[in-house]
Structure formats: C-alpha cells, structure tokens
T-cell receptor, first 114, second 113 residues
Framework: KAGVTQTPRYLIKTRGQQVTLSCSPI?????VSWYQQTPGQGLQFLFE???????NKGNFPGRFSGRQFSNSRSEMNVSTLELGDSALYLC?????????????FGPGTRLTVL | QQQVKQSPQSLIVQKGGISIINCAYENTAFDYFPWYQQFPGKGPALLIA?????SEKKEGRFTISFNKSAKQFSLHIMDSQPGDSATYFCAASRETSGSRLTFGEGTQLTVNP
C-alpha cells in the first residue's frame, strides 16, 4: 500500500504570497490531519478533516485554512505569508477519526518564506 | 491543560546502553499515548503506544512505562543501536476528540558506536 504523499516537497515563497499544499492519504483512510513542525515550537496541530468536514482546528490564525475532497485528498492554504510561516508542514492520515487510530505521516512539505 | 512536556531535549548513549525519555501531561482526559520516531527528511512514524489501563507495554527493544497517578510516561530503548539515532516524540490524544495529537517537544537521540 502506498504511503501518505505530499506535494510539493519543497517550496520557496516571499512574504505576502499565498501557498497551497497537497496531501494524498493512504488508500481507504478518511481522516487527514495537518501539523506544522518548527525547531522552536515543535509539532503543532493545525486542523483535521474527516469525510470532507473539519473536525478540529488548532490555535492558528485564519490565514491557515484547509479542505478535504470526496476522495479524501486534502489541501491546506496559507495566505499572506509571513517569515514565521517557514516550517515543515506534515500531513497525517488515519482510517477513522478516533484519537486512538494510528496516524501515518507523510514526508512533509518544506516551506521557506523569504 | 493541553501540554505534554518531554525531557531530555537531547540524549547521547553508547551502543548497547539504555535510552530513557520521559514525558508528563496535564490533561487527565488524554487516553492514548503514542511515541513517534522521526529520521531526518522523513515524517514521524509510530513506534509504540499505550492506553492508561496498563502500566507497561513492551515491543521488542522498546518499552513504555505509564504512571497514571503521576501523569507521566516514559520510553525505554534497550540495547540501543546506532540505527536508533533519531528524534523521538511523545504524544497524547483523546479517543473521542478526533485525530488530534498533542506532541512533546522532542528528544534527539544519538547512539554512538
């Protein structure tokens, strides 16, 4: 079974631009979660989607948004990029939306904001 | 009340030694405690997980010890190998609150040959 895939793997943007990141979950998985990883803040939860509905949202500004499609693929969007948005953005998928279900992470998208 | 605190930040052990990483949580509603392993350039991968109804779980060289009253849990890596060199994250979640993981700060483990 193919793992979680994320595209693109690397991205360089400038302040004020917007960016869209994509995540394809493991086949059959219906839950997709997004996390931001930085050296200073560690791994922080952004949001979770299950069956095209946002189930949870972390403590991030409204510039961060996401959506999930009927095939469970998910995208996250960051508008009006700031230098502090530079991070590794990780997507994780699981079969259900239970907190005890194993989450499988993709390799991440490395976003650099100049 | 959502925090998970992890220590140490970094750890160096000799091959064959025991690596111990500790975590403490605040929210007593957490009911699932996984450990993730992350290699450079890769996403985190589940290593082992425990529910609070057991005090210890062992899988191969990896053991989780859980102390519900102290709200602490730890990862023990026996017979540590250079291939275990990675960053380890403890995490916590609630079964009924969706797939939201609250992570510790991470421990960078180096196992010297």
């Amino acid at each position: 079974k193919a793992g979680v895939t994320q595209t693109p793997r690397y991205l360089i943007k400038t302040r004020g631009q917007q960016v869209t990141l994509s995540c394809s979950p493991i086949s059959g998985h219906r839950s997709v979660s997004w996390y931001q990883q930085t050296p200073g803040q560690g791994l922080q939860f952004l949001f979770e989607y299950f069956s095209e509905t946002q189930r949870n949202k972390g403590n991030f500004p409204g510039r961060f948004s996401g959506r999930q499609f009927s095939n469970s693929r998910s995208e996250m969007n960051v508008s009006t990029l700031e230098l502090g948005d530079s991070a590794l953005y990780l997507c994780a998928s699981s079969f259900t939306d239970s907190g005890t279900d194993t989450q499988y992470f993709g390799p991440g998208t490395r976003l650099t904001v100049l | 009340q959502q925090q998970v605190k992890q220590s140490p930040q970094s750890l160096i052990v000799q091959k064959g030694g025991i690596s111990i990483i500790n975590c403490a949580y605040e929210n007593t509603a957490f009911d699932y405690f996984p450990w993730y392993q992350q290699f450079p350039g890769k996403g985190p991968a589940l290593l082992i997980a425990i529910r609070p109804d057991v005090s210890e779980k062992k899988e191969g060289r990896f053991t989780i010890s859980f102390n519900k009253s102290a709200k602490q849990f730890s990862l023990h890596i026996m017979d540590s190998q250079p291939g275990d060199s990675a960053t380890y994250f403890c995490a916590a979640s609630r079964e009924t609150s969706g797939s939201r993981l609250t992570f510790g700060e991470g421990t960078q483990l180096t196992v010297n040959p």
